[in-house]
C-alpha cells in the first residue's frame, strides 16, 4: 500500500472513522504509521476471574451478566456489572458515570482495568474501574488480548478498538512499504536498527528488548534530520555572518584594568581571553557565559562594551529589569568618571526629551555604550553602528527578543550572560552555534550563606538574630512572594508586610520596593540602601536578578514555597557578596512533594548548577526554558533529557555528512536528501540564535 494513501482504502475504515481520524491529523498512511502510541498494556498474560489478587491496576476481562445502578447519596451514583470468564465471575463497579447505562448491557464482553478490594460492607471482592474497554463479542475481545497491547491518544468519538483495527491492516496485514533513506553502512556502524521493523514494533512491541532498540532508531532519526537541516543552516548562516574585528586593546582598557579594585578571578581571565580570541575574528561572536550568581559576570560584559568603543563602535547592554539596568548605568558611570565614553540609558519610562536625544545619539556614527531594558528593541531605536550587544540574564529573554537586538546592527559580535545553566540537550538544539564560556570561581572571601528553613512560629527569633546583625551595621532583605501571578496581591502581601517590619524594627530605617513604584522612586530607594541609609528592605521579586549590595548580608524570603528553585537561588544570591557569613531564612509551609523539594535543596546546596539540575527534574524541560520561547520544535517520541546521549549522536553524524557533503550530493545520500526536501517546517536563524 502506498503510505500517501488515504486511509479510506483500508479495510474497516469508512467514511466516519476517517473523519474523526481526522481531528487526530491522521490523514493518510503514513500520518498513521507515526502515529506512535501513548502507552502500552501487557495483556499478554491476564488472570482468569478465580482467586483475582488485590491491588492497583489489576486487568480482567469477562462477560456481563447484571447490571445495577444505586444512588448512594446526592453526587455519587455507583453502577455496578457482574462480569464472568467462564471460570469465576467478579464485581466491577463506575462511580458517577451515569452515561454508561446507556452503552452498558447484559451480554457484552468488557476489558477492565483498576484497583481491586475486598468491599466488607458488600461482602465481596470488587473492582472499581479506571479504563475501559467494551467488545460486542468474544472474538472481538480476544483480537484485542494475549498481546502487549498498544494504547492511543484518542479524540471524543474514537476507541481504541478502532485505532487497533486500523493497525492491524496497515502492519498486520502487511500494508505498508517504507523506504529507509539511511544507508546500511551507516546502520551497521551505529548498530541502528531497520525503519520498518521498528516502526511495527512501535505499535506492537514484541519485547522490551527490541521495543527499545526500536525506539532508539525512531528516536535518532527524529534529532537526525533536524540536525542535518540545523548543520546545513549554519554553514550557510557563518558564510554570510562576516564581522568586523574589534579591538581588544587600548587605552579605555587600560584604564578600566587599573580603575578596578579587585584583581579578577582565573575564571574572569580566562573567559575575557576567549571573548578576546572572538572579537579578533571576522566572524562575529556568539558566546554565552554561564556562571553562578556573584561570579562576576558584569566585568565580562564592560571588557566587551569597551571593545567595541575602542574601535568607534557601539556596544549595548541589555538587562531585564529596570532597576538592574539603572545599576549597570550607575557603576559605570563611575568606573568610568574620568575617562571619555559617553554612556546612555534608555528604558520606557524616561523624560520624552531625554529619550529622544539619545536615541538620535545612537543613530550616528559616534562610539558610545547604552544600556537599556527591552526597550532598546523597539521599532524606533536604531543602531547602525552597533560593533558588540551583551545579553544580561538572556534566560529571561526569549529567543525573538535576544535575535532583534543582534538585528539592529550588521552581524554584530554577542554575548549572552546567564547564571541558569543551560542542559546541554537544549545547547545542542536550540543553542546550536553557541560557544560556552564557564566561570567556575567565584571572588575571594565570598562565603555561601547558610540557609535555614523555618515555619512561622520560629520567625520572632530570626528577627531577633537579624536584629543582632543589624546592630553591628549590616543589613536585611525582606522578601515577600509571588501570589498567583497577580502583581496586585503581590504588592498587597509586601505593603502589609512593610507596616509590620516597621513596627517590629523601630529603631531602623526600613524601605519598601516594588514593581508599581515609578522608576525614580525605584532607582531612590536603590541608592538608599546602596548607602545604608535604608537598613532594611522589604520586597517582592523585583530584586531578583543583578542586585549587588554587598552589605546587605540576611535574607528573609516568605512563603518561600512559592518561589521557584531558580527563583529562591537568585533572590539568596543577593546577599553572600561582602566577605562576611550570610544568613538567608526561608520562611513558610510547603505542603506539595515539589514545595518541600525546593526548600530542601535550597537548604542542602547553595550551588547553582546543582540546583538547577533538580529543577530540571522537578519541573521537567519545557517548563524551565520555556522550549515554545526556544524555538526547538515538538519532538514526536524524542525526550530532550532522556535522549541525550542519541541526541549527541546524531548531531555528530549529521556534522560529519554535511562537512563531507554538503549538498547531500553522494549516491548514499540521496534519499536522505529526498526526505528533507518533503519537509516544510520553517527552521530559520532563530535554531541559530
Ligand atoms: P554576576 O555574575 O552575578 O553578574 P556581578 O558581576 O554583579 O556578578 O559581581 C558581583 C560582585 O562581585 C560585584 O560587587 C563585583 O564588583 C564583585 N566582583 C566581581 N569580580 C570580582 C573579583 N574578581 N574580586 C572581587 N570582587 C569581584
Ligand atoms: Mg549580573
Given at each position: 500500500m502506498n503510505l500517501s494513501a488515504s486511509l479510506q482504502y483500508i479495510k474497516g475504515v469508512g467514511p466516519k472513522l476517517a473523519k474523526h481520524l481526522e481531528k487526530l491529523s491522521i490523514r493518510n498512511v503514513t500520518d498513521f504509521v507515526y502515529y506512535f502510541p501513548r502507552?502500552?498494556?501487557?495483556?499478554?498474560?491476564?488472570?482468569?476471574?478465580?482467586?483475582?489478587?488485590?491491588?492497583?491496576?489489576?486487568?480482567?476481562?469477562?462477560?456481563?451478566?447484571?447490571?445495577?445502578?444505586?444512588?448512594?447519596?446526592?453526587?455519587?451514583?455507583?453502577?455496578n456489572c457482574k462480569i464472568s470468564d467462564g471460570f469465576g465471575t467478579l464485581s466491577v463497579q463506575w462511580f458517577n458515570q451515569a452515561f454508561l447505562k446507556k452503552v452498558l448491557r447484559v451480554g457484552l464482553w468488557v476489558y477492565v482495568r483498576g484497583k481491586v478490594e475486598f468491599n466488607h460492607f458488600e461482602k465481596e471482592t470488587q473492582l472499581s474501574v479506571s479504563e475501559h474497554e467494551f467488545y460486542q463479542s468474544y472474538e472481538e475481545l480476544s483480537m484485542n488480548l494475549g498481546a502487549i497491547m498498544p494504547i492511543y491518544g484518542l479524540k471524543a468519538g474514537l476507541y481504541q478498538y478502532q485505532m487497533r483495527k486500523v493497525a492491524k491492516a496497515i502492519f498486520k496485514e502487511n500494508n505498508f512499504e517504507i523506504e529507509d533513506p539511511l544507508p546500511i553502512a551507516l546502520k551497521r556502524s551505529l548498530n541502528l536498527a531497520d525503519l520498518k521493523p521498528s516502526i511495527i514494533e512501535l505499535h506492537y512491541p514484541s519485547s522490551r528488548e527490541n521495543f527499545n532498540?526500536?525506539?532508539?532508531?525512531?528516536?535518532?532519526d527524529e534529532f537526525f534530520y533536524y540536525q542535518l537541516r540545523l548543520s546545513q543552516k549554519r554553514i550557510q548562516f557563518?558564510?554570510?555572518?562576516?564581522?568586523?574585528?574589534?579591538?581588544?586593546?587600548?587605552?579605555?582598557?587600560?584604564?578600566?584594568?587599573?580603575?578596578?579594585?579587585?584583581?579578577?578571578?582565573?575564571?574572569?581571565?580566562?573567559?575575557?581571553?576567549?571573548?578576546?580570541?572572538?572579537?579578533?575574528?571576522?566572524?562575529?561572536?556568539?558566546?554565552?557565559?554561564?556562571?553562578?550568581?556573584?561570579?562576576?559576570?558584569?566585568?565580562?560584559?564592560?571588557?566587551?562594551?569597551?571593545?567595541?568603543?575602542?574601535?568607534?563602535?557601539?556596544?549595548?547592554?541589555?538587562?531585564?529589569?529596570?532597576?538592574?539596568?539603572?545599576q549597570h548605568y550607575l557603576k559605570l558611570k563611575k568606573?568610568?568618571?574620568?575617562?571619555?565614553?559617553?554612556?546612555?540609558?534608555?528604558?520606557?519610562?524616561?523624560?520624552?526629551?531625554?529619550?529622544?536625544?539619545?536615541?538620535?545619539?545612537?543613530?550616528?556614527?559616534?562610539?558610545?555604550?547604552?544600556?537599556?531594558?527591552?526597550?532598546?528593541?523597539?521599532?524606533?531605536?536604531?543602531?547602525?553602528?552597533?560593533?558588540?550587544?551583551?545579553?544580561?540574564?538572556?534566560?529571561?529573554?526569549?529567543?525573538?527578543?535576544?535575535?532583534?537586538?543582534?538585528?539592529k546592527g550588521i552581524n554584530p559580535h554577542a554575548l549572552f550572560l546567564t547564571a541558569t545553566p543551560i542542559p546541554r540537550s537544549f545547547m545542542l538544539t536550540s543553542f546550536g552555534d553557541l560557544e560556552k564560556s564557564i566561570i567556575d570561581e567565584l571572588p575571594p572571601g565570598r562565603k555561601a550563606p547558610n540557609t535555614y528553613f523555618i515555619n512561622d512560629s520560629e520567625l520572632e527569633s530570626a528577627y531577633t538574630h537579624c536584629k543582632k546583625r543589624l546592630s553591628m551595621g549590616e543589613q536585611l532583605y525582606i522578601v515577600y512572594p509571588l501570589v498567583e501571578e497577580s502583581e496586585k496581591l503581590d504588592l498587597k502581601s509586601a505593603v502589609e508586610g512593610f507596616e509590620i517590619i516597621k513596627a517590629q524594627f523601630?529603631?531602623?530605617?526600613?524601605?519598601?520596593?516594588?514593581?508599581?513604584?515609578?522608576?525614580?522612586?525605584?532607582?531612590?530607594?536603590?541608592?538608599?540602601?546602596?548607602?545604608?541609609?535604608?537598613?532594611?528592605?522589604?520586597?517582592?521579586?523585583?530584586?531578583?536578578?543583578g542586585i549587588d549590595v554587598p552589605n546587605a548580608s540576611m535574607m528573609i524570603i516568605r512563603h518561600a514555597e512559592r518561589f521557584g528553585l531558580s527563583q529562591l537561588h537568585q533572590l539568596r544570591g543577593r546577599i553572600g557578596r561582602g566577605g562576611q557569613q550570610s544568613d538567608c531564612f526561608l520562611v513558610g509551609n510547603p505542603k506539595s512533594d515539589s514545595g518541600k523539594g525546593r526548600i530542601k535543596a535550597m537548604v542542602e546546596t547553595n550551588d547553582g548548577f546543582k540546583l538547577s539540575e533538580i529543577d530540571l527534574k522537578?519541573?521537567?524541560?519545557?517548563?524551565?526554558?520555556?522550549?515554545?520561547?526556544?524555538?526547538?520544535?515538538?519532538?514526536?517520541?524524542?525526550?530532550?533529557?532522556?535522549?541525550e546521549s542519541i541526541l549527541v549522536c546524531s548531531k555528530q553524524v549529521a556534522e560529519k555528512i554535511i562537512k563531507d557533503d554538503p549538498n547531500l550530493e553522494s549516491l548514499d545520500y540521496r534519499k536522505i536528501k529526498k526526505k528533507l526536501m518533503e519537509e516544510h517546517t520553517e527552521l530559520l536563524e532563530l535554531q541559530l540564535n
Open positions: 502507552l502500552y498494556d501487557d495483556r499478554r498474560t491476564l488472570p482468569k476471574l478465580v482467586g483475582i489478587e488485590y491491588g492497583e491496576n489489576i486487568q480482567a476481562y469477562g462477560r456481563i451478566l447484571d447490571i445495577k445502578e444505586r444512588k448512594v447519596r446526592p453526587g455519587l451514583t455507583i453502577i532498540k526500536a525506539r532508539t532508531r525512531l528516536v535518532f557563518r558564510s554570510s555572518s562576516m564581522a568586523k574585528p574589534l579591538r581588544v586593546e587600548g587605552k579605555l582598557i587600560d584604564a578600566y584594568f587599573s580603575n578596578l579594585e579587585y584583581t579578577l578571578t582565573n575564571a574572569q581571565k580566562r573567559v575575557i581571553n576567549e571573548i578576546k580570541g572572538d572579537l579578533s575574528k571576522n566572524t562575529s561572536m556568539n558566546r554565552l557565559v554561564q556562571g553562578d550568581v556573584g561570579s562576576g559576570k558584569t566585568d565580562l560584559a564592560i571588557f566587551s562594551l569597551l571593545c567595541a568603543v575602542e574601535t568607534g563602535k557601539i556596544g549595548a547592554l541589555m538587562a531585564p529589569t529596570e532597576i538592574l539596568v539603572v568606573l568610568f568618571h574620568n575617562l571619555d565614553i559617553k554612556i546612555h540609558l534608555l528604558k520606557s519610562k524616561m523624560k520624552a526629551a531625554e529619550k529622544r536625544a539619545t536615541v538620535e545619539a545612537l543613530k550616528g556614527d559616534k562610539a558610545c555604550i547604552v544600556i537599556g531594558t527591552h526597550s532598546l528593541i523597539q521599532g524606533y531605536v536604531e543602531l547602525p553602528n552597533l560593533g558588540c550587544v551583551i545579553i544580561d540574564e538572556q534566560h529571561r529573554f526569549g529567543v525573538i527578543q535576544r535575535l532583534e537586538l543582534r538585528k523601630q529603631s531602623y530605617t526600613v524601605g519598601l520596593i516594588h514593581g508599581r513604584l515609578k522608576p525614580q522612586e525605584k532607582s531612590e530607594i536603590m541608592k538608599e540602601f546602596k548607602d545604608n541609609k535604608i537598613q532594611i528592605l522589604v520586597a517582592t521579586t523585583v530584586i531578583e536578578v522537578i519541573r521537567g524541560p519545557g517548563d524551565m526554558l520555556g522550549t515554545k520561547q526556544s524555538g526547538i520544535p515538538d519532538f514526536n517520541l524524542a525526550n530532550l533529557i532522556k535522549d
